[in-house]
């Protein structure tokens, strides 16, 4: 049973420059949900995707962007990068139709020079 | 601002020694609570969640959960040093669909 899975694992971006990160959900999940995590905090919530819509979103600004597929894989797309956007994007998929719980992927590491 | 408050520890236990983790929500409607182990420069790994009050055992760990008190809590027995990690408490947010998470919990297991 293939987990959840995010690409690529590390990206190194300049300031100004745009991103897009991929994500797999786990088989038989249709829900994903994606979170900023700086050095030394927890998983910031910014925005949850279900069937092609965003269902919700946290205190992002309209840089952060995103994208489901027919697939339930996504996107999170990042514009103007600043360096205040350097951290770990974790991608999480849960089941609308089973319980709350949500499983991680590896992370993608992003870097802003 | 719906909050999650965990102590950042460090929190530093002998093996074999029982380790207690702490937490505490903001939202009194929350009827979803969750524990995740994250090791350095891992993503975090789902190792418990309770919907109702009172524990929820699972191995070495139990998951207890107060919600008059807004309080949940881990207990790990048997401490290993494999269970040297930070531990983030999460809770789902009320009327929402977004789960939030406190800062995580240092945890030491001195062998």
């Known amino acids: 049973d293939a987990g959840v899975t995010q690409s690529p694992t590390h990206l190194i971006k300049t300031r100004g420059q745009q991103v897009t990160l991929r994500c797999s959900p786990k088989?038989?999940?249709?829900?994903v949900s994606w979170y900023q995590q700086a050095l030394g905090q927890g998983p910031q919530f910014i925005f949850q995707?279900?069937?092609?819509?965003?269902?919700q979103r946290g205190n992002f600004p309209d840089r952060f962007s995103g994208h489901q597929f027919p697939n339930y894989s996504s996107e999170l797309n990042v514009n103007a990068l600043l360096l205040g956007d350097s951290a770990l994007y974790l991608c999480a998929s849960s089941s609308l139709q089973g319980s709350d719980e949500q499983y991680f992927g590896p992370g993608t590491r992003l870097t802003v020079t | 601002q719906k909050e999650v408050e965990q102590n950042s520890g460090p929190l530093s236990v002998p093996e074999g020694a029982i380790a207690s983790l702490n937490c505490t929500y903001s939202d009194r409607g929350s009827q979803s609570f969750f524990w995740y182990r994250q090791y350095s420069g891992k993503s975090p790994e789902l190792i418990m969640f309770?919907?109702?009050?009172g524990d929820k055992e699972d191995g070495r760990f139990t998951a207890q959960l107060n919600k008059a008190s807004q309080y949940v809590s881990l207990l790990i027995r048997d401490s290993q040093p494999s269970d040297s990690a930070t531990y983030l408490c999460a809770v789902k947010d009320t009327g929402g669909f977004k789960t939030i998470f406190g800062a995580g919990t240092r945890l030491f297991v001195k062998a």
């Open positions: 995707y279900y069937e092609e819509e965003e269902r």
């Open positions: 309770i919907y109702s009050n």
């Open positions: 088989s038989g999940h249709d829900t």
